[in-house]
């Protein structure tokens, strides 16, 4: 018998007593586990509408047909989706009392990166004594940009106090079916943020999840949904440098960008989740669907430092349907120990005169193995269509890898592609010459590192790149031989 | 009947006419199992991704020619490098055509693998070399499973074969539509040098659907020079599986020329089993209409201090399609390679297309690897060059695109053959071009 939504509603309602009982239940972590029950219970919790239920449980559905991707060049024990959590609510107490308590290596990282005391204590789940300057800070940019008309708000509030441009836009980019994770992601999503910026306005700041940080952890099912209006501009910045000591060990987020006519967004992410020990045991799994939509003349960068995780599967992509848009990617993927990163980026050419560029720099060390793979697709229309892509690697030790697996589809005579890549090592000579200048080697190899990324940093904001600079050095300690 | 059930049922036929009981019989009943299990390859395995077999694999193919057919020679004259000498192994579907061909066991074995694998003088090399290297994919398996004729050269050490060999395989189309497996295995022993031509030719209108297999052998120190010509007619379909395996400081260069037939794979692997091995691949694509050409490459670095050139250049008018799947794998141990791999493609209409997918898989630090890829259009500033100078149109674009696979060609090392390529390209862009690049 087919079930149709005539049988949910009234399935709804018969039930409604048994989600009752998991919004009275004292904890507000859900049992292991994944069913029907589960998601809807979530959307309970979130206090949403129904249309936002229904929308969870077709990605569910669609979800349990599907298999978890195997093409990724990537080894890793499959999670087991029944034995995790799907729903925990933040933990509003910290987890210590002050920084004497914090892991000391995890204090030194913190110094070296730069972060400023209050920082380092909601970074850190310390309690926070001088709450008062983040939270004016906070209020202060929650009134500049509500002057201008900007919403900027958690997902689920947004859902309550937008439905109607959430409901209009969500799923559009990424559709719940687009794969596995992403499907997983629409039927769980915890939380995420949401951000629409009105015609016409440049957002005046960089808008950041800094400043939300103690508003609510995001969760492992993060969803980010930007809209930026007709002729709009918005830089976005995603995540942070300071390592992050998750205890979750799946992420699957969902990011979508919707950049109308003349619209541009800026997307910037540094992720630093946790890679595991050095034996490789433990870490984060990320495995992150993230896609842009170009209307007219609008413009998609996305720049991103993955220094983190266990396991990477990203591929931040562009939709580049409108008329002259442009799409870029820069990205810096740097692997130590026993991670693994397959990430890259898709620039999909269906308007006319459409640019796209890529650069991607890929550093291994250690154990670890480092992919690109990347599609640029010309569609028969896209006329006049230009890419530029420049895939390069360094490897830093014998024991890592690094690959490249570029797919290139022309269907227009007019396309102007060009791709090249290139892997390395450091150079034996480089490193004489600074050591020969009094620079130790390992100075010598965060040098020459950073001057292989640097097409990449300075993409950055600046106080973004700064610290990401750092990071890089951190993430490459110990990997001189 | 499907072809793939054709095929399984004729193994058996197969197997009442031949010797079942030499050890090269197992190999061929493992290879059929593997066809078995795995069929042909659809568009769901990423290997075939951008080619599919849909279109050639559904006319009703008979496998076993039933009749010989003779051909004139006059008639293909024009397919062999007719202009100087060399050795020539003929066959016309699939059957050896001794009055064609002029074969040798004088010093060297230039003959067939037919004689090679039931004669017992060649045991020792039958099973030292045949199906060593060959691939375990269904395809070549397919072939492996019905291998019996086709060409067979041993050079033994120290000799420099004073003449290029032809391999050339016709197909007369008496037949409705004709299936052909010829199995090559050329071994070169140390120090020797061998320059070898291979040509697939149809001369029907019928489909002919070509399944071959090549096994090259370069010992130490060994030069192979080989050329594919793969100028067929449109009805005319070709998979290639050639693999080559280098000893020590061996030197191979494989240049496959692609203008006709009506779909062509080619899969090319190269496995670099020694220090210093040299290897070159190169490639020159120009088609139209509605074929479709697909390089499907492998380097394999396995040792140090190798080298690999990898240079191909493809045209694409009308409605063709092309790809090139160009895979450098480098193992941890081979340490101190350079790899180099370029693609450069011109699209000349709205409606050809090329998916290109360049990879590098590398697990050493201490190497050199780089490919670039591009696709574009030719440079509208040297065309309008030479059209301000009274170059018409037609001759400028062909003038550009003789330039464009000039590196190629440049290292083409039988003058004959260059000459001959040089005609077919000028035929193929219509110009009559009367110099030399």
């Not at chain 1, 998601?39 to 509408?49: L, Q, Y």
Request: proline share 3%; charged share 25%; hydrophobic share 35%.
């Amino acid at each position: 018998m087919k079930y149709t939504e005539d049988d949910l509603r009234e399935e709804l309602k018969t039930k409604e007593y048994e989600y009752g009982f998991y919004t009275d239940i004292e904890s507000d972590t859900f049992p292991a586990g994944l069913n029907e029950d589960v998601v809807r219970g979530i959307s309970k919790k979130k206090e949403e509408p129904e249309w936002m239920t229904e929308w969870r449980l077709e990605a569910f559905r669609a979800w349990q047909e599907m298999e978890e991707p195997e093409w990724a060049n990537v080894n890793y024990e499959k999670p087991d989706f029944q034995a995790i959590s799907y729903y925990s609510a933040p933990n509003s107490k910290p987890k210590y009392d002050s920084l004497d308590e914090v892991d000391p290596e995890l204090l030194e990282t913190f110094k070296k990166l730069g972060i400023s005391m209050d920082e380092q204590k909601m970074l850190a789940g310390v309690a926070m004594d001088v709450v008062i300057d983040s939270v004016s800070v906070a209020t202060t940019f929650k009134k500049t940009l509500g002057e201008k008309g900007i919403i900027f708000m958690s997902i689920s509030q947004a859902i309550k106090e937008h439905p109607e441009l959430v409901r209009k836009y969500l799923g559009t980019v990424v559709p719940q079916k687009d794969n596995f994770y992403a499907a997983l992601n629409s039927a769980v999503f915890s939380d995420g943020s949401f951000c629409y910026i009105p015609k016409g306005v440049k957002c005046p700041m960089e808008l950041s999840t800094y400043f939300r940080i103690n508003q609510a952890g995001t969760g492992q099912f993060e969803r980010t949904l930007l809209i930026a209006d007709e002729g709009s501009y918005v830089s976005y910045l995603e995540g942070c440098t300071a390592p992050s000591r998750d205890e979750n060990q799946l992420h699957a987020a969902v990011v979508e960008l919707i950049a109308m006519d003349d619209a541009e967004i800026k997307y910037s992410t540094v992720q630093n989740w946790y890679p595991g020990n050095s034996e490789g045991k433990g870490g984060v799994f990320n495995f992150v669907t993230k896609r842009g939509i170009c209307e007219k003349n609008a413009k998609i960068s996305w720049t991103q430092v993955e220094t983190g995780s266990a396991v990477t599967w990203k591929y931040p992509s562009c939709i580049l349907k409108g008329d002259n848009s442009v799409g870029e990617f820069y990205s810096i993927a740097v692997t130590n120990n026993y991670q693994q990163a397959d990430t890259g980026t898709k620039m999909i050419h269906l308007g006319k005169n459409t640019k796209s560029t890529i650069i991607s720099k890929g550093i291994s060390a250690g154990k670890s193995q480092n992919s690109y793979r990347g599609l640029v697709q010309i569609a028969a229309r896209a006329e006049n269509a230009r890419n530029f892509s420049q895939c390069d690697s360094l490897l830093m030790g014998n024991e890592c890898g690094a690959h490249t697996f570029p797919y290139i589809e022309a269907n227009n005579k007019t396309a102007i592609i060009e791709h090249e890549a290139t892997t390395s090592k450091i150079g034996e000579d480089q490193i004489f010459y600074c050591n020969q200048r009094g620079i130790d080697t390992e100075k010598a190899i965060a040098l020459i590192v950073n001057g292989f990324s640097k097409e990449v940093l300075n993409k950055l904001p600046m106080e973004f790149a700064v610290e990401a600079q750092k990071l890089l050095e951190i993430s490459l300690e110990g990997s001189v031989g | 009947m499907e072809l793939k059930e054709k095929l399984v049922s004729s193994f058996m036929a197969f197997e009442d006419r031949i010797d079942i009981d030499s050890p090269v019989h197992d190999i061929r009943s493992e290879a059929m199992k593997t066809f078995e299990t795995d069929g042909f390859p659809g568009k769901k395995n990423e290997d075939w991704k951008y080619t599919s077999l849909k279109s050639v694999l559904k006319h009703d193919y008979s496998v076993f020619p039933k009749q010989e057919n003779h051909i004139d020679y006059q008639q293909v004259k024009k397919y062999f490098i007719h202009d100087i000498d060399t050795y020539k192994i003929v066959f016309v579907d699939g059957k050896y055509s001794s009055y064609l061909s002029e074969t040798t066991h004088e010093g060297i074995d230039v003959c067939l693998m037919s004689s090679a694998l039931n004669k017992p003088k060649y045991r020792l090399i039958i099973e030292n070399y045949f199906n060593k290297i060959a691939g375990k994919d269904s395809i070549t398996s397919l072939n492996t499973a019905f291998s019996q004729e086709g060409a067979y050269i041993h050079i033994p050490k120290n000799k420099l074969v004073a003449k290029p060999i032809q391999i050339i395989h016709f197909a007369t189309g008496n037949e409705s539509a004709l299936m052909l497996q010829p199995r090559n295995l050329i071994v070169v022993d140390e120090n020797s040098h061998v320059q070898i031509v291979e040509r697939h030719q149809s001369l029907t209108e019928n489909p002919v659907l070509t399944n071959s297999v090549t096994e090259i052998y370069a010992n130490k120190r060994a030069i192979v020079d080989y050329y594919k010509i793969q100028n067929d007619n449109e009805h005319a379909s070709l998979i290639d599986n050639t693999f080559i395996n280098q000893r020590q400081e061996s030197f191979a260069s494989l240049h496959t020329f692609s203008f006709g037939g009506k779909l062509t794979r080619n899969n090319l692997s190269f496995f670099q089993n020694g220090e210093r091995v040299d290897s070159t691949l190169k490639g020159v694509t120009i088609i139209g209409g509605k074929q479709h050409v697909d390089h499907n490459t492998l380097v394999h670095h396995i040792e140090p201090n190798c080298e690999s050139h990898q240079d191909y250049k493809g045209i694409f008018a009308d409605s063709s399609t092309g790809v090139f799947n160009g895979k450098v794998l480098v193992n941890k141990e081979a340490q101190k390679t350079n790899a180099f791999q370029a693609n450069n493609n011109i699209l000349v209409s709205d409606k050809a297309s090329i998916n290109t997918k360049p990879q590098l898989e590398i697990f050493a630090d201490d190497v050199k690897c780089s490919h670039g890829c591009t696709i574009g259009q030719l440079d509208e500033t040297a065309m309008f060059y030479m059209r301000s100078r009274g170059i018409p149109e037609k001759e400028a674009k062909a003038l550009l695109m003789f330039a464009f696979s000039n590196n190629v060609l440049s290292s083409v090392k039988i003058p004959e053959i260059k000459e001959r390529i040089t005609k077919i390209i000028a035929h193929k862009l219509g110009v009559n071009i009367g110099f030399d690049l």
